[in-house]
């Protein structure tokens, strides 16, 4: 790992001092231990505070909003059907589709966000509120029966925007702010739309898709990877039945619950730790922060330049600290 560091920071020091105008690879590690920041390791370019995009973990900051939501109401709940929750979308569909199937990816809803982006790419550009989107984005024969199938889908996350905007009656910028952002702390951690323009914001080495206003659910938050593990630690103490939960569904190696996922390890003594696990990506940026609850033990790693070598490097040597610690103290 640590010539791959070395590589990168040098990589961003030629750039910066001879290629103003170029993009240099950066990257931002944040190490955790007893829910204490350990340690920290930044490329030539990048603070403390520097903000990257996150992609998909929006999904699971959304899902915190959703949660937050059954408190104020209690007549909503993951059983609640789409028909309930965005009353002035008129469609059989919305019917049979729970809040739930949405947020597991199972609604059977096809991505019509996806395939109408495929064939117009103004879309992502366009200005629409997420009740319009909703409807926009709506093909009302169903590819397969709710809850039968995983389906990484996007317009389930333009749904549940909607729906969190709807009920809350508020923009989905401050539903986060006050449900998320400052309960956790999260300082470093905002909504943008289309192009990024913030003062900490790293700029990504290649193309990005630009973010409308009606798909920040799933992809548009930037955050610091220390804001990533605070708001891990958040998410495993107030709400930890949104990660580890009985509907939980395997994804390979990993499970998928409402709106992120969780990941079992074993040790050799058949023990098993069981781990938040979340990553997103936008064109050349990409995102990991895993966490483990019980010790307090975390990694975040955010980096701007597409590949993934940096991640699954330092990703791996914190699984296998975790597996090593829980080994000597069995």
Known sequence: MKKRLIFLILVSMINTECCQAEVSAEFSITWMEKDEIEKAEYSNGVRSDSQFQVGSIAKLMCTVAIFELF??????????SLSQLLPHIVTPAFDVVKLKHVLQNTSGLSDELVIQSKKNAELQNMSLSSSEA??????????FAPGTRFDYNLTNWVLVQAILEHQFKDNITSILENTLFKPAKLK???????????QNYISPMGSTRPIPDFVTCAGGVISSSRDLLRFSQFIVKNYPHVLFNSETIEQGSNLY???????ILTTNEWHQILISWQSGSNGS?????GYEPNTGSGISVLTNDGDDALIEEVRSTWVNRLLMNRFEAN
């Not at 470093?188 to 913030?198: A, C, I, K, P």
């Open 285 to 289: 940026f990409r995102a990991f922060v």
């Open 134 to 143: 909703a409807g926009r984005f709506l093909n009302e024969d169903l590819l």
């Open 188 to 198: 470093e951690t905002t909504v943008f739309s289309g192009l990024v323009d913030h």
């Open 257 to 263: 619950a409402y709106g992120g996922r969780a990941k």
């Open 71 to 80: 408190e104020r109401e209690e007549s909503i709940t993951l059983e609640s």
